[in-house]
């Protein structure tokens, strides 16, 4: 098959084994997700070629570039993958210019084409700036311009909204979405984000020690989660519906999300624990309130998820004794109240 093929066996210091297996096709965008230490990060380096693997093959369209059987091992830079790390691994006495210079093969097209790529960023301004003096989200910038410059087969995105605060995580989260909507080969993204995943990725790959412990489409792993890390990963509620002057609306709702300047059909999403029930109708700044049906609870020792019947489904995330004050048990009514800042939406993925 076209895209990337990664069938492959890398052992660290023997203290540590990497045995995976996926496949992602061209124009499609895979979410890595695992807890810390999985091996998701272990898994870019094989890809990327910064470590060779021991055993197996990976191959990106119809080259294979590692395979340790045939003796073939294709240089990091000779690859044609566009890779953002966690820290982004900008050179830092190096302009914004220069740094994205660097990933262009073609030396005599190197400067056009990227100053077009950090005009594509949003970055233009930056171009005469040393990279030790960006932020955090204009570092993000020039680091996907040097990614694209280079005309990749391949994107490989190890944590790149890690170092972002807060504040800037929204705007370069989007402009990757966009980025990824485009390009028309295979893409990784790896992320501790479920809301990351859901809002970029087309599937998921699912690590756990070092090997690939489940992976398919969202709904597909939502439906039969493999352990309590992907339960607790997948809990995100999503909705999909029509966007209009900041008014979301689907079959049967309404909700009203905050700063929000997309319009048409859009994803959102609604962290579990953004959820807020009541007793009672509540009072405050809640724009979003209604009552509803409990249809199913479950509880452990720090945390009771509640089912909320439509014409909005949701799940809510609260602690034991708030499930108790509430008194929730199936077939009981529920005052519902969720923040307008607590919905986030998104351009629907073609």
């Known amino acids: 098959m076209s895209g990337l093929v990664v ?4 052992v660290r210091s023997g203290d540590f084994t990497l045995d995976v297996g996926f496949a992602v096709p061209d124009d499609a965008t895979v979410a890595m997700v695992g807890p810390n230490g ?12 910064v470590e060779p693997i021991d055993s197996g093959v990976i191959k990106i369209g119809d080259s294979v570039v590692d395979d340790p059987a045939s003796g ?20 830092p006495h ?17 400067e056009a084409r990227a100053r077009q790529w950090l005009e594509r960023m949003g970055a233009s301004s930056l171009a005469d700036r040393r990279a030790s003096t960006l932020s955090g989200g204009e570092t993000q910038r020039v ?15 190890d944590e790149p909204f890690a170092a972002l605060d807060a504040s800037a995580r929204p705007e370069i989260r989007a402009l990757l979405a966009s980025v990824l909507d485009e390009f028309d080969g295979p893409a990784v993204v790896v992320t501790h984000d479920s809301e990351e995943a859901i809002l970029i990725a087309d599937s998921l790959v699912v690590m756990e020690a070092g090997r690939v412990l489940q992976s398919g489409s969202l709904a597909e792993v939502r439906s039969r989660p493999a352990s309590e890390y992907v339960s607790h990963f997948v809990g995100v509620n999503i909705l999909q ?64 998820r509640i089912g909320l019947g439509g014409p909005l489904t949701l799940v809510a995330e609260v602690t034991p004794a708030g499930a108790a004050a509430i008194e929730a048990r ?12 607590e919905i986030h939406a998104t351009g629907r993925r073609p």
């Open 7 to 10: 069938d492959a066996s890398w």
């Open 38 to 49: 999985a091996g998701k990060s272990s898994t870019i380096r094989v890809i990327a070629g």
């Open 72 to 91: 073939v091992f294709v240089s990091p830079r000779d690859r044609r993958i566009g890779v953002v790390w966690q820290d982004a691994a900008l050179f």
């Open 94 to 110: 190096m302009t914004a210019l220069r740094n994205v210079m660097f990933g262009v093969p073609d030396r005599s097209a190197a």
């Open 143 to 157: 680091a996907l311009a040097r990614a694209l410059a280079s005309e990749p087969s391949a994107l490989l995105l």
């Open 241 to 304: 519906g029509v966007a209009e002057s900041g008014v979301i609306t689907g079959d049967g709702w309404a909700l009203t999300a905050a700063d929000m300047d997309t319009s048409g059909d859009v994803t959102i999403t609604i962290h579990p624990s953004a959820v807020g029930l009541f007793s009672s109708r509540p009072s405050g700044s809640a724009r979003n309130t209604w009552e509803a049906r409990i249809e199913w609870v479950t509880t452990t020792d720090n945390t009771a």
């Open 330 to 341: 199936p077939g009981s009514s529920v005052w519902v109240a969720v923040k307008a800042s």
